[in-house]
Structures are given as structure tokens and as C-alpha cells.
T-cell receptor
Framework: TQLLEQSPQFLSIQEGENLTVYCNSSSVFSSLQWYRQEPGEGPVLLVTVVTGGEVKKLKRLTFQFGDARKDSSLHITAAQPGDTGLYLCAGVQAGSYQLTFGKGTKLSVIP | EAGVVQSPRYKIIEKKQPVAFWCNPISGHNTLYWYLQNLGQGPELLIRYENEEAVDDSQLPKDRFSAERLKGVDSTLKIQPAELGDSAVYLC???????????FGQGTRLTVV
């Protein structure tokens, strides 16, 4: 059983469209991180959320942490080809220090 | 500030041969992780170090994998002997402390033939 479930697994959209990807779990996390990974590179940290209900914005990306700290979402407005990549969520469970990753959402933005 | 440095970037070996990967974490980062990533999948933790101590190695296949972090800085991950199924990207990451944000190296892509 995967601790963090990401959906959708694959997403292909046209440039300019909006999208949301999800990261869900039945466990509570003390913090949750979102990464973007391009082919041949390591994951690059985008944001960390730590407070239930927290919303963070990074240009056209909006990240939300669920009130119960069990889930998170990433919304991209007006997607661009440069947003293409593998989006990974990773969480540190409450009471633990282990950083566990979901399987990722592979996003393709078509010009 | 230099990021996490891994070497080599690519390695091709024959099965049953040994292989080693090296990682230099960000200066001052006490926590070091080794992850394995298969194509199109998320990273899976192999081992986590706090300084020189391995505090979580439950996912490390100890019959063939070993790791060390002498002096609590650089780390090496070794596979001996390698199997075809070990082909993957091996990622190293570091963070200031337990539970903090992790920063990744570019990874070592291993191909076992």
C-alpha cells in the first residue's frame, strides 16, 4: 500500500489550460513537500507546507495543505510547456522523520 | 552555495560486478538520504543518515547493498554483486536535520547488462 497516492498518474494538456494534481493519504503529516523533476535530473523542491489549511503561491502554482494535514493539492494556472515534468509530493509523517514520496504525476503541456 | 554532488552520472556494468556511488551533501547538512528511483516512479528510500549514524536502513537490501558515511559528510553506496533488477537511478539528498526540506543531487543512472 502506497502511503501517498498521487492522481492523476499522467496528464496531458494544452498550453494555457488550468490543472490540479492531488496527493492523498490516510496518515497525518507534520509537513508535506512538492517537487518537480525533469528527465535526467534530481527532484527540485518547489514548496513545503506545514500548517493544516495552508495555501502557498509560487507564481502560477498554488499549493494547498488539507485541514487535517492528510492531503495536498497543486493547482497550475495557464500551464506553459516549461511546466512539463514529473510532480512529486513527499511527506514527513507525524512522529517520524522519514521523508516518503508518492509515485508522481507526469505532466505534459503541449504548445 | 554548491548543491548535492553525485558521481558518476552514469554507470554501465555487467551483472555480478560491484559498483559504487559517491555523494557529497550540502555543507552543514546533517541528514543524508539515498533513494532509488525506477523509471516514471517516485523515489524510494534506501537509507537515511543522521551525521555518521544510519538511523533508517530498513529498506536497504543488506545482502548486496552497503553504505557508509564516514566522518558524517560524504557517503558511498555500494552494490555487490549487481543484478539486472538494480538498474535504476540512485539519488542522494541532504537536509539540515530530520524532517527538514531535502535537496537532491542529479543522481547516478545505473544500467546493469
Amino acid at each position: 500500500t502506497q502511503l501517498l497516492e498521487q492522481s492523476p498518474q499522467f496528464l496531458s494538456i494544452q498550453e494555457g489550460e488550468n490543472l490540479t494534481v492531488y496527493c492523498n493519504s490516510s496518515s497525518v503529516f507534520s509537513s508535506l513537500q512538492w517537487y518537480r523533476q525533469e528527465p535526467g535530473e534530481g527532484p527540485v523542491l518547489l514548496v513545503t507546507v506545514v500548517t493544516g489549511g495552508e495555501v502557498k503561491k509560487l507564481k502560477r502554482l498554488t499549493f494547498q495543505f488539507g485541514d487535517a494535514r492528510k492531503d495536498s493539492s497543486l493547482h497550475i494556472t495557464a500551464a506553459q510547456p516549461g511546466d512539463t515534468g514529473l510532480y512529486l509530493c513527499a511527506g514527513v509523517q507525524a512522529g517520524s522523520y522519514q521523508l516518503t514520496f508518492g509515485k508522481g504525476t507526469k505532466l505534459s503541456v503541449i504548445p | 552555495e554548491a548543491g548535492v554532488v553525485q558521481s558518476p552520472r552514469y554507470k554501465i556494468i555487467e551483472k555480478k560486478q560491484p559498483v559504487a556511488f559517491w555523494c557529497n551533501p550540502i555543507s552543514g547538512h546533517n541528514t543524508l538520504y539515498w533513494y532509488l528511483q525506477n523509471l516514471g516512479q517516485g523515489p524510494e528510500l534506501l537509507i537515511r543518515y543522521e551525521n555518521e549514524e544510519a538511523v533508517d536502513d530498513s529498506q536497504l537490501p543488506k545482502d548486496r547493498f552497503s553504505a557508509e558515511r564516514l566522518k558524517g559528510v560524504d557517503s558511498t553506496l555500494k552494490i555487490q554483486p549487481a543484478e539486472l533488477g538494480d538498474s535504476a537511478v540512485y539519488l542522494c539528498a541532504s537536509s539540515l536535520g530530520q524532517g527538514n526540506e531535502a535537496f537532491f543531487g542529479q543522481g547516478t543512472r545505473l544500467t546493469v547488462v
